[in-house]
């Protein structure tokens, strides 16, 4: 598993919901250089308690987390 610290490569962050405008919005004002993925989470936990981040687990790929609005993703929902 990748480790849950901050990577050096840029970091990319996925809001699902990405219909979901204002949480695609807080989810990249929330974003920031030093900030590690359990921060990110407690941010968006402040305005969406359910608010869950996972790292993207293939390696070889850029940093990519993935922040669900909902915990989880579910069918329906789509993503950027």
């Known amino acids: 598993m990748q480790d849950l610290a901050r990577t050096t490569a840029p970091l990319r962050v996925v809001a699902v919901p990405s219909n979901d ?3 695609v ?3 990249q004002a929330s974003v920031s250089p030093d900030l590690d993925i359990r921060a990110l989470e407690l941010r968006l ?3 969406y308690p359910r608010a869950r981040v996972h790292p993207n ?5 850029d940093a990519v987390w993935y922040a669900y609005r909902d915990g989880r993703w579910h069918p329906g929902t789509r993503s950027a």
Do not use: K, T, Y
Not at 57 to 61: E, F, I, Y
């Open 21 to 23: 405008g204002a949480f």
């Open 45 to 47: 936990r402040r305005r």
């Open 25 to 27: 919005h807080f989810v």
């Open 57 to 61: 687990d293939l390696s070889g790929l």
